[in-house]
C-alpha cells in the first residue's frame, strides 16, 4: 500500500530515458494501479516546480501542495468538474467544496481570488491529504524511481536523470498530461465543451497584478523591450513571461518583466533574443538587492540560463526582437 508510505528512497542511482518513457507512459495509461486523477494532477504540478528545486533537486511540500490546490481549486470551483476518482471523491476537491460552500463561493471563480489567508488554510489542509493519499501513491506507480519523499521533512527530492527528461521533455510532457487527464474527467463526468482547453489552463493566473505591483514598485515603469514608458496614456502596462507561460507553467517574478501592449502582444508566445536574457539577469540582481521575495530563494542566473536553453530544446526556437517604432 505505497499511498501509506510516510517515506521513500530511489530504487535505483542511474535510470535511461527509456525506462523513464516505458514507466511515464504505464502511469499515464488505464494500467496504472490508480484510476484518478491525483497522478496527473501531481504530476503537473511537479512539473510546475522544475525550477523551485534547491542544488539537492529537492521541493518542499508547500510548493508543491500550492500547485496541486490551486488546480484542482480551478478544476472544481472555476470549471465546475466534479468527479476526480472511480470511487470515492479524491479528499482535495471534497475540501474545496465544502470551503465553497462555507464561504458561498461563486463557481467559475479561480483560485488566486481567494484571499491569501484562505490560500493558506486551504493548502496546509490539501498537503495533509496528499501526505495521505498523493505522494506515496505515485512514487509506487512510477516504480520509486522518478522521486524519494519524506513526510517528516516534508520534502520531494527528483531523481537526477529524471529531473533532466523533464527538462528536456517538459513542453511534449504537459501536453500529454494535459490530454490524459481531459479524458479521465471527460470518463468520469461526461462529455464537457472545450474541455482539453480547460485543463491546459488549470495552472494559469486570473491575472499578474500583484506582479505588476511589485516591479511598478521597485522597477522603472518602462517596457523592458522597447523602454517606452508604460504608465500613462494609451501604453498600458502588461506583465510578461520572458520565457512563455506555456513552456514554465508557473509564475515567478525572476521570470516576469513589464511589457507595453505592443511588445507584449508581438512576442507572445515567443523567446527573445539572448540580449534580453542578459538584460533580465541583470534586472534580477538589482531587484534582489533592493526587495526580499520569496520567489528569489530558489533562484540562481545559471537556474534562468538553463530555463532559457532548454525551451529552446523544447521548440522555442522563433526568436523574437521588438518591432521597430
Not at 519524506?150 to 500529454?176: A, G, I
Request: aromatic content about 12%.
Amino acid at each position: 500500500m505505497y499511498h501509506k508510505l510516510r517515506e521513500g528512497e530511489l530504487k535505483h542511482a542511474y535510470i535511461t530515458d527509456e525506462e523513464i518513457w516505458r514507466i511515464f507512459s504505464r502511469v499515464m495509461s488505464t494500467k496504472s494501479t490508480k484510476s484518478s486523477t491525483y497522478k496527473f494532477v501531481l504530476f503537473k504540478s511537479l512539473i510546475e516546480n522544475l525550477y523551485n528545486v534547491n542544488d539537492r533537486l529537492e521541493v518542499n511540500y508547500d510548493q508543491l501542495a500550492y500547485s496541486f490546490a490551486k488546480m484542482f481549486w480551478n478544476m472544481v470551483v472555476g470549471n465546475g468538474i466534479t468527479q476526480h476518482n472511480t470511487g470515492a471523491n479524491a479528499k482535495a476537491a471534497t475540501i474545496i467544496l465544502d470551503y465553497q460552500a462555507a464561504h458561498a463561493t461563486p463557481p467559475g471563480w479561480k483560485f488566486d481570488k481567494v484571499p491569501d489567508a484562505n490560500q493558506v488554510e486551504i493548502v496546509h489542509k490539501v498537503k495533509q491529504a496528499m501526505k495521505t493519499n498523493v505522494f506515496g501513491a505515485l512514487f509506487g506507480d512510477t516504480e520509486e524511481t522518478f522521486y524519494e519523499f519524506s513526510h517528516q521533512q516534508e520534502k520531494l527530492r527528483f531523481h537526477p536523470n529524471v529531473y533532466t527528461f523533464l527538462l528536456k521533455y517538459q513542453l511534449l510532457l504537459v501536453q500529454l498530461t494535459n490530454f490524459h487527464l481531459a479524458r479521465m474527467i471527460e470518463k468520469l463526468n461526461g462529455t464537457a465543451s472545450g474541455l482539453l482547453l480547460k485543463v491546459e489552463d488549470l495552472s494559469k493566473r486570473e491575472n499578474l497584478k500583484p506582479f505588476e505591483k511589485i516591479l511598478l514598485h521597485y522597477m522603472d515603469a518602462s517596457c523592458f523591450y522597447c523602454g517606452k514608458d508604460v504608465s500613462t496614456g494609451k501604453r498600458s502596462t502588461h506583465v510578461d513571461h520572458f520565457i512563455p507561460w506555456s513552456f514554465v507553467q508557473s509564475d515567478q517574478v525572476w521570470n516576469l518583466v513589464l511589457s507595453c501592449q505592443t511588445c507584449n502582444s508581438s512576442k507572445s508566445d515567443k523567446l527573445a533574443k539572448p540580449f534580453y536574457l542578459d538584460k533580465l539577469l541583470d534586472r534580477n540582481e538589482a531587484l534582489q538587492e533592493q526587495a526580499e521575495i520569496a520567489d528569489f530563494d530558489v533562484y540562481a542566473p545559471a537556474k534562468l540560463r538553463q530555463m532559457y536553453q532548454y525551451s529552446i530544446k523544447n521548440g522555442y526556437n522563433d526568436i523574437w526582437v521588438p518591432p521597430a517604432t
